[in-house]
T-cell receptor, first 113, second 108 residues
Framework: NAGVMQNPRHLVRRRGQEARLRCSPMKGHSHVYWYRQLPEEGLKFMVYLQKENIIDESGMPKERFSAEFPKEGPSILRIQQVVRGDSAAYFC???????????FGPGTRLTVL | KNEVEQSPQNLTAQEGEFITINCSYSVGISALHWLQQHPGGGIVSLFMLSSGKKKHGRLIATINIQEKHSSLHITASHPRDSAVYICAVYNAGNMLTFGGGTRLMVKP
């Protein structure tokens, strides 16, 4: 059973471009969470999704950030018009139920030039 | 004040030493995770616990719900245990709130 997959592992964007980060949860998991780790800082919750639904997006910046988890395919975290402050590691986690152990992906390291 | 506090922030030990990392939280929780993150690497879930004690190999995690405190112990520490150890709690909803992490270095 493959673990949580994230791609790309490393992403470089120039200011103003769009970044798309993908997360494929573990097989059978329908709960997906996105977290951000800024340089030299701790992890922070961004958004919690179930298939086709955003359950909690209280940690998402109000502008430029969006997330989806369609019926088919991976969850996508989209950052429009990236700025240098968006440079961070973005981790996805999945769980079988909403109160179960969360399994983390390897992360996507976004660098904005 | 952060909702989840870890101590110490940094810890250096000699190989073979017994290590304890502490986590205190100020909110009601349903469960607590201990996570391990290697430099530049991904995050591994070590334990999820809501009461008592769990053991896996040389790792032991305990939690005291009344005192809002958890500890992670490493017995017979090894240089490969060097990593950042992160405590995270489930409080409202299903999202995790994270401590700042404890950076552990085990010297041979």
């Amino acid at each position: 059973n493959a673990g949580v997959m994230q791609n790309p592992r490393h992403l470089v964007r120039r200011r103003g471009q769009e970044a798309r980060l993908r997360c494929s949860p573990m097989k059978g998991h329908s709960h997906v969470y996105w977290y951000r780790q800024l340089p030299e800082e701790g992890l922070k919750f961004m958004v919690y999704l179930q298939k086709e639904n955003i359950i909690d997006e209280s940690g998402m910046p109000k502008e430029r950030f969006s997330a989806e988890f369609p019926k088919e395919g991976p969850s996508i975290l989209r950052i429009q018009q990236v700025v240098r402050g968006d440079s961070a590691a973005y981790f996805c986690a999945s769980s079988l139920t909403g109160t179960d152990t969360q399994y983390f992906g390897p992360g996507t390291r976004l660098t904005v030039l | 004040k952060n909702e989840v506090e870890q101590s110490p922030q940094n810890l250096t030990a000699q190989e073979g030493e017994f290590i304890t990392i502490n986590c205190s939280y100020s909110v009601g929780i349903s469960a607590l995770h201990w996570l391990q993150q290697h430099p530049g690497g991904g995050i591994v879930s070590l334990f999820m616990l809501s009461s008592g004690k769990k053991k896996h190999g040389r790792l032991i995690a305990t939690i005291n719900i009344q005192e809002k405190h958890s500890s992670l112990h490493i017995t017979a520490s090894h240089p490969r245990d060097s990593a950042v150890y992160i405590c995270a709690v489930y409080n409202a909803g299903n999202m995790l709130t994270f401590g700042g992490g404890t950076r552990l270095m085990v010297k041979p």
